[in-house]
């Protein structure tokens, strides 16, 4: 058997530079997840053949040889391009992608466009992803379809091969009923038959999955039983898998003896002041302007604490074509710029910023490094990052300040959970965190890292998986009688 995964982005983003294609790491849980667990396929496993990977390489090719993909093994797996122009990628995912259906599933329906024209880019790109699929599909393989920006993939690669065995996981929230039943109703039909075009639907949290099958009950008069919904005379099963990371890279980036030498250098440049870590792709999603205004309650609140702490935070570059996102980067330079402004003197600055990526050394030093970190999304599928923290520190140090609307909260219970929307609370949490006894800080943390080292990302494929052979095989019993 093989394992065929189909992402909008390969874990690789191609870039011209002085005329030249150069590929770089994608940036975002999906790529940097999924990648983890291709490399940690063995002879072992069930698929006996290399994985491939289908799915955008991040620019157009016009000349699709100007970049080897055929003999280009990432890791242990082949990567297949789809080559999309940028008029499509215009429409299809700066339009329907991430203008319509990544506000409204994250609860911004004010933000979200109804845009006829990129629901038929949605539809023909879609379409374009079935094709490269068919391409290269041989009769064992399983596909494993991700996210938001092909779900109508599914039910296109079923109606012509109604036997091959499909999988598909959302990695975002799928909001209430009331949220998705605002698409017009041959778009919401759609996406929800694309789906259950599927064997097995996964999504990060009961609720997501609760919410999934409400809109099948409502929309499409289908009901399920424990999850488990005829479509057709076809057996198609709805669960919950929480994604993980790769806990030991992660851990082991940290242990790294060159990371440490310099995260020792740079504790020393801060002298005795806190740090916190502020760390996302720049999203409206992420919470990071309340973020920044819950820090400057605190400040105005708390005086004894200037000079005595210091926010860190990093902006990853995302999706900069979108209107709302430029607005965004503009509010984030302008609060920050007002906060230090404001409270910064001579030999402290409040807020040091950076917008730029991180490589994953540096990455899991600033995590090793910070004393707290702030993760506040205002919606968030599951939220990586926060396990990432857990994983990086060497020493059980460290308090995570955990938004309640993050899926990750769901699993992280013990650490400090804030409502993202109440800049008050996010002020006075800020202060509990700084405040945390090391006792007590030990205690979540040895707790935390036990939970995400169990159940990292290796565990939620291979979870997965079986649960796609169940489903398969009880199929295949109800078949044959
Ligand atoms: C989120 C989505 C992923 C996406 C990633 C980066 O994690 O769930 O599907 O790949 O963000 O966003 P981008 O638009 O750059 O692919």
């Known amino acids: 058997m093989r394992l065929v995964i189909v992402s909008n982005r390969l874990p690789i983003s191609l870039e011209e530079q002085d005329g030249k294609i150069v590929a770089k790491e ?30 955008w390489p991040g620019m157009y090719l016009d000349d699709p040889d100007r970049f080897d993909f055929s003999s280009r093994i ?55 992803f079935r094709q490269v699929v068919e391409s290269v599909l041989q009769p064992d393989d399983v596909v494993w379809v991700h996210d938001y920006q092909i779900m109508l993939l599914p039910e296109m690669i079923r109606r012509n091969r109604p036997d091959v065995s499909i999988g598909y996981f959302l990695h975002i929230p799928f909001p209430s009923y009331e949220i998705f039943r605002l698409l017009p109703s041959i778009w919401r039909t759609r996406l929800l038959q694309g789906l259950l075009g599927s064997d097995l639907i996964g ?10 099958l409400r809109s099948v009950s409502a929309i499409l008069g289908l009901e399920h ?12 099963k ?104 404001r409270f910064g003197k001579l030999n402290w600055t409040p807020i040091i910023y950076q917008y730029t990526t991180y490589p994953l050394r540096e990455l899991t030093m600033l995590y090793d490094i910070s004393d707290v970190a702030l993760v506040t999304p205002l919606r968030d599928g599951m939220n990586l990052i926060a396990k990432e923290y857990i994983a ?53 943390m040895v707790l935390l890292k036990d939970r995400m080292e169990r159940f990292d990302v290796n565990h939620w494929a291979e979870d997965f998986m079986n649960s796609m052979l169940l489903i398969k095989s009880e199929q295949e019993r109800m078949e044959s009688t």
Request: hydrophobic share 40%; proline share 3%.
């Open 74 to 128: 990432m890791g242990k797996f082949r990567i297949c391009p789809v080559n999309l122009t940028d008029a499509q990628m215009d429409s299809f995912y700066l339009g329907f992608c991430n203008s319509t259906l990544w506000p409204l599933f994250h609860y911004f329906p004010s933000y979200v466009e109804f845009d006829e024209s990129s629901w038929d880019s949605y539809v023909e790109v879609n379409d374009i």
């Open 225 to 236: 039983n424990l999850g488990k919904i005829m479509v057709g005379d076809r057996l198609a």
């Open 203 to 212: 999504f990060h949290t009961y609720d997501y999955s609760q919410h999934f």
């Open 238 to 341: 709805v669960d919950t898998f929480p994604m993980g990371i790769d806990y030991n890279k992660y851990a082991q980036a940290a242990k790294d003896e060159r990371t440490q030498t310099e995260k020792e250098e740079l504790r020393q440049s801060f002298g005795s002041a806190k740090i916190m870590l502020s760390i996302d792709r720049l999203d409206y999603s992420k919470g990071i302007a309340n973020r920044l205004q819950g820090y400057e309650k605190f400040l105005e609140l708390y005086p004894q604490w200037h000079d005595r702490v210091i926010l860190m935070l990093v902006v990853v570059p995302s999706r900069t074509g979108v209107g709302k996102y430029q607005e965004m980067k503009k509010q984030i330079d302008e609060l920050v710029g007002a906060i230090n402004g």
């Open 392 to 444: 990086a520190k060497t020493e059980n140090k460290g308090v995570l300040v955990l938004s309640e609307t993050a899926g990750a909260a769901i699993e992280m219970g013990e650490t400090l959970i804030v409502n993202a929307n109440s800049v008050l609370d996010i002020a006075e949490t800020i202060l509990r965190a700084l405040e945390t006894p090391d006792e007590e800080q030990a205690r979540v």
């Open 26 to 55: 994608s940036v975002g849980g999906l790529a940097t997840g999924l990648n983890s667990y291709l490399d940690s396929l063995d002879q072992d496993s069930q698929f006996n053949e290399d994985p491939l990977w289908i799915g």
